[in-house]
């Protein structure tokens, strides 16, 4: 992940490589084998490219094995293949040279050894055919001691005859090259053409004329080095430079194999955009993809670069294995891991013991079980505006469903309603309260301007979830009640209850109300203002202009349910504060319990309700939404020859020859100036298999419609027909 050194020339960049190419192309050749020819370094490489494939460790042609010093030295069939010193003697160059009369190996003419090979070979054995002294330990492994596999040391930057040409470490290793092969420096780039090279370079995108006109100006010492730092700040690089990884890392928007669906991937590909723009040490990019979700309190972001396993392709086709494709996926993670992070090809080990890297099968199934403990959940990523976004409907949708109770309250005609019997009751004003046969208390006495009544009764055991006062009318009050006042009127300034259980009465606890519903309340009285802690409010009835006198009723709901074993009992608190001798005149209690077999939770039965109330909305909004009309086949035919009989409903029955594929085309003629919606009603029959509605075996009774085709034109055929 390290960025361009904020001193570079932005002509190195692009000259270095070239310059080095160029360079390779024009040294000669090497004719002669090196003074000393080393077994480690010169021998190895051919004898693993030209012969391993028959000698090495995964078959060994006429018993020779070519892959180790204790195996070349004791030979083959054919017996011992080198004799040191004596080249012309050992029967390895004498196959490898094509010396007296034997085949030439390898066999096939591409696959010889160069003339120059040839020569290493017979110089090596002319030598003494020496072999480096090796440990016996894996780690001593010759292949480990490639340079790409030691530890990196800084080399100390050379010494050059133009030291003013080089502005850093790396232009005096391109510089000492050139001076070694006589050659100078190309002259600076304009400046024009250095803009041009190093925004294309840093962000793939060309300059812009007033940037151009800008740096061309700008005659400050560090120009060029202020435009490093502006291409390196802007969004632009991160994108032009994830590019690479993104490839490596095989990202794609889509699973491939045979659907080749899309897929949400695009958190990961702007992580990598975001890596390379905050310069994220590579450690940190390496761990953050191979594990983030591992990391101590992991988050969102370092679990979203873990998506770097989840690049593998996917396979949706109908009918495969499952497990396989898994498989199949566990092996791209290591390949590509290995590939990416390690610059080896890991998959070789995969089938035998890597040839060329120091990587055995058994390793390579270590890494494989790795990867194979890994879950594969779906993560939700939202950003930041989604996450700010989530919380605010998130908050609408609790304050509306707050709103729910009171908008949708309890049924209450699912509750059992039992009448409370009042044990005792009085008046604070000392008026007269009568017990009457049906439950209710009726006022017998001169009402005062103001009271409050209190009414105590007991229950049996069981859980009550509302209470009802009942406001009835009576002949005795005036205008029939239910109040007491001249126009029969009451208001109820405040409704409260208390509760407790039958066996410990000292026990009485408020009892909290809520979702207050009444079948009639006057305007500006509202039942609510019954429950609502203001003494100066209330519940009134009367009714507009006049109108005859009812029964009301009050239901208040319990925001939780109460029941005691052995019963309960409540104290009900009935204040009338409006003055006007606006009191009950008739009134009874009632208590509002679940009844058998409908759900225990009142919350739960809210919900019942509540959907059974939207379900009922829906099919009222379908049935105006649209009118359905059964449209009457006129003609159809079935690509494979089957069978159509059309019935009195005007379905169409299959029958006949039932091939695994086919297409049915049917036509319809209809009055209908304007459609909006096309209903498709499959049907079960007895005379399909297992009833229908399909035809796909003979206990199945299935089907599978792949397309619905629609095409649609006017009857007077003056249009084109047009697809739907």
């Known amino acids: 992940m390290d960025r ?17 190419a160029l360079l390779a192309l024009a040294s000669p050749s090497r004719a002669d084998p090196p003074a ?7 021998i190895e490489p051919i004898l693993a490219v030209k ?9 060994q042609k006429a018993e020779l094995r070519l892959d180790g010093k204790d195996a070349i030295l004791k030979g083959g069939e054919s017996g011992v293949i080198i004799k040191a010193g004596q080249a012309a003697e050992s029967l390895l160059y004498q196959r490898v040279a094509g010396l007296n009369d034997l085949e030439r190996m390898p066999p096939g003419r591409k696959d010889w050894l160069t003339d120059e090979q040839v020569r290493l070979l017979r110089t090596w054995i002319e030598q003494g055919a020496t072999f480096p002294q090796r440990p016996l330990d894996p780690a001593a492994d010759p292949r480990r001691r490639h340079w790409a596999y030691q530890t990196p040391v800084r080399p100390q930057p050379p010494e050059v005859r133009d030291a003013g040409w080089a502005r850093g470490p790396l232009d005096r290793f391109i510089l000492a090259r050139l001076e070694k092969e006589g050659l100078k420096p190309s002259p600076e780039a304009d400046r024009h053409t250095l803009i041009r090279r190093v925004s294309l370079d840093l962000t793939g995108l060309p300059p812009t004329l007033e940037e151009v006109e800008a740096f061309v100006k700008d005659e400050s010492p560090d120009a060029y080095e202020k435009l490093v730092d502006r291409l390196l700040a802007s969004p632009q690089y991160g994108e032009h430079q994830a590019r690479q990884w993104l490839d490596a890392a095989r990202y794609a928007d889509s699973n491939g194999y045979e659907k080749d669906r899309a897929r949400v991937m695009w958190r990961y590909r702007d992580w990598v955009i975001n890596a390379f723009n905050a310069d994220l040490p590579y450690d940190r990019f390496t761990i953050e993809q191979l594990a983030g979700d591992m990391l101590p309190g992991a988050t969102l972001d370092q679990r979203i670069a873990t998506g770097f396993h989840r690049n593998t392709m996917i396979n949706e086709e109908g009918g495969i294995d499952v497990e396989e494709f898994r498989y199949y996926a566990v092996v791209d993670r290591v390949a590509t891991t290995g590939t990416v992070f390690l610059g080896m090809t890991l998959g070789c080990a995969q089938c035998h013991n890597h040839k060329f890297d120091p990587i055995s099968q058994r390793e390579y199934f270590q890494v494989f079980a790795l990867f194979n403990n890994a879950d594969e959940p779906i993560l939700e990523t939202p950003t930041e505006a989604e996450i700010a976004r989530e919380a605010q409907v998130e908050k609408e949708i609790a304050e509306i469903e707050a709103r729910l109770p009171e908008e949708f309250p309890l049924p209450y005609e699912e509750l059992r309603w039992t009448v409370l019997e009042p044990a005792e009751f009085t008046a604070a004003s000392g008026g007269k309260l009568v017990k009457q046969e049906d439950g209710s208390l009726l006022a017998r006495w001169a009402a005062p301007e103001r009271d409050t009544f209190t009414v105590t009764a007991e229950t049996g055991a069981g859980s009550i979830v509302a209470v009802r006062l009942e406001a009835l009318t009576d002949s005795s009050l005036p205008r029939m009640g239910p109040g007491l006042s001249d126009s029969g009127n009451f208001v109820l300034s405040e409704f409260t209850v208390t509760a407790a259980g039958r066996k410990a009465p000292a026990a009485a606890r408020p009892v909290g109300l809520k ?22 409010t209330g519940w009134a009835v009367a009714e507009p202009k006049g109108g005859p006198s009812q029964s009301r009723t009050a239901t208040f709901e319990l925001k939780e ?8 009992r409540l104290v009900f608190t009935l204040a009338q504060n409006f003055g006007g001798r606006h009191l009950l005149g008739r009134f009874r209690l009632w208590a509002g319990s679940l009844s058998r077999g409908t759900p225990a939770d009142v919350d739960e039965l809210r919900r019942g309700h509540l959907a059974a109330r939207q379900a009922g909305w829906e099919a009222k909004m379908m049935r105006a939404a649209a009118r359905w009309t059964i449209l009457a086949p006129q003609t159809y035919t079935s690509q494979k020859g089957c069978t159509f009989t059309l019935l009195e409903d005007q379905s169409l029955l299959v029958t006949g020859d039932r091939p695994s594929r086919d297409v049915y085309t049917v036509e319809y003629d209809t009055d209908l100036d304007q459609v909006s919606s096309i209903r498709l009603e499959v049907l079960a029959d007895r005379r399909l298999p297992a009833r229908g509605p399909g035809r796909g075996g003979v206990e199945e009774g299935n089907f599978q419609l792949s397309e619905l085709e629609i095409t649609a034109w006017p009857r007077d055929g003056r249009q084109e027909p047009v697809p739907v």
């Open 4 to 20: 361009l050194p904020r001193c570079l020339d932005g002509r190195i960049a692009v000259c270095a490589c070239l310059a080095i």
């Open 51 to 59: 012969c391993y494939h028959c000698h090495g460790p995964d078959k």
């Open 515 to 536: 979702n207050p519903s009444a079948d009639f309340s006057q305007e500006g009285f509202a039942v609510a203002s019954a429950i609502d802690g203001d003494p100066a």
């Open 561 to 568: 349910p109460i029941a005691a074993d052995g019963g309960t």
């Open 36 to 42: 000393e020819v080393r077994f480690d370094r010169d």
